[in-house]
């Protein structure tokens, strides 16, 4: 079992409200989320019943009773397991394919024998609406693929190795080296691998990038499989359109997602519902333009101005044309005109829980990614190439008065440097950064104010 970081969100979860409240554990097919789920349950629970609605269809019929009381005992009766009161974990697996079951949630988390989670994705909620949300009884957690801390942790790479480049990236000090070389190394082989667990396995296992490759290009067909299966009709073509152009795309000089490279007339009204398609399934990351990197940026966000990313950048490897496999395990990262980099930077991002956001204007240029860090703005630039330090963009918006951002980060080959307000970060230290902790605002209109 690889060790993922949400482990910990699920402990969260059963000791504080799972007795409230159900868990939706949410992302594109093939993330690992059934395998999280079921390690989960059966190293904290004493009884774990699982149905897995895509393997068996039949199952539905559990649910077609709203009842908690009947529900449950058709479910004991069908999976022929009891349920210990207080003790028992209930897997839902691919629950967009039973719609009942989701509706169910509420009267079952409210009957209070069992513990629910539920895994999948919103993919098939056009194609199974369900009838009624269980607003109040249901909260959801997004999972990723396993990002570069994750890989490493795969890898079985020391801990002690990772606190110090912890402490280095705190402490804003150089890091040794032959550490520093064998991390760049490390994080080009994760670039091509990627963060799917099944790849990520194989790997481990055989080092064979060739089958590695294989598997990408298995999931990439489920996926194409995927909007076939869920998407309707024309709007089905469309978005498997949008999905094969995303390598081209973002080969693309500037990366923007251009609507004419789909076809003459295009439009994005015709089209908004299938790039949500391809978000809501998990499989896509927009990263959309902001009028100003000034907070609060989703204000200033322009829906027409975006940039289309994979949700995994192995995958996007697997798509590319040519053997660009080894070309980047070789360092050369600015294939692609740094596309596939700024990429792994997004999943990145994503995985932290943070929206995307870019900047760009003739007259500054652009910023790869502008973040909302609370009331404040960070700038990361993201630089391929060895001329790291020129960041034209990123000069000019320093100059701007009424723009005023916490952090400056160009994130490159280099090792840690801080020059005048600029940090310079490796690429791998992208696994550190976070945003920085809110305050809590407690708050209490009876309690006068005497100062």
């Known amino acids: 079992m690889l060790k993922r970081k949400l482990y910990q969100d699920l402990l969260e979860w059963k000791n504080r409200r799972a007795r409230s409240k159900a868990l939706f554990l949410m992302g594109a097919r093939q993330v690992g989320k059934s395998t999280l789920a079921r390690h989960f349950g059966e190293q904290n629970y004493d009884a774990v019943i699982e149905i897995n609605f895509y393997n068996d269809p039949g199952a539905a019929r559990i649910f077609r009773q709203g009842a908690a009381e009947t529900i449950l005992t058709q479910l004991t009766a069908y999976t022929g397991q009891s349920i210990i009161p207080g003790n028992t974990l209930v897997i839902l697996d691919e629950i967009q394919e039973c719609p009942a079951a989701r509706t169910a949630i509420k009267f079952l988390v409210e009957e209070g024998s069992a513990h629910y989670l539920e895994t999948g994705s919103l993919l098939g909620i056009q194609y199974n609406p369900v009838k009624s949300l269980p607003v109040g009884f249901e909260e959801q957690l997004n999972m990723y693929p396993m990002d570069f801390e994750e890989f490493l942790w795969a890898l079985n790479y020391p801990l002690e190795t990772i606190q110090y480049l912890k402490d280095c990236f705190e402490r804003r000090q150089a890091v040794q080296g032959a550490v520093h070389d064998r991390m760049l190394r490390i994080f080009e082989t994760y670039i091509v691998v990627g963060g799917m667990p099944e790849v990520v396995q194989t790997y481990v296992s055989t080092r064979d990038i060739t089958e590695t490759v294989y598997i990408q290009k298995q999931i990439l067909s489920l996926y194409r499989q ?186 490159c080959k280099s090792d840690v440097k801080a020059e005048g307000e600029i940090l310079y970060l490796p690429f791998y230290m992208i696994m550190f950064y976070a945003l920085k902790e809110q305050q809590r605002l407690i708050w209490d209109p009876l309690v006068p104010d005497f100062n």
Not at 252 to 262: I, S, V
Not at 290 to 296: I, N
Not at 302 to 328: C, H, V
Not at 384 to 408: E, I, N, P, T
């Open 226 to 411: 995927d909007i076939f299966k869920y998407a309707q009709g024309l709007m089905s073509l469309k978005i498997r359109q949008i999905f094969d152009s995303i390598p081209s795309q973002l080969d693309d000089k500037n990366r923007r997602f251009r609507l004419n490279a789909l076809g003459k007339g295009q439009q994005m009204r015709g089209l908004e519902s299938s790039f949500l398609w391809l978000e809501e399934a998990g499989v896509a990351l927009p990263c959309y333009n902001t009028s100003a990197p000034v907070s609060p940026l989703r204000l200033n966000e322009k829906r027409n101005l975006f940039k289309l990313f994979l949700n995994d950048t192995g995958l996007l490897t697997a798509m590319s044309l040519g053997n660009i496999q080894f070309e980047l395990l070789q360092g050369e990262l600015d294939i692609n005109s740094g596309s596939i980099l700024e990429n792994v930077f997004a999943q990145a991002l994503a995985s932290k829980g943070l929206d995307l956001f870019y900047y760009d204007s003739k007259s500054t240029g652009e910023l790869d990614f502008v973040v909302q860090n609370g009331k404040d703005i960070d700038i990361l630039e993201i630089k391929s190439g060895k001329d790291y330090k020129k960041h034209r963009a990123l000069d000019k918006a320093l100059q701007v008065k009424d723009w005023q951002f916490q952090r400056k980060i160009v994130f």
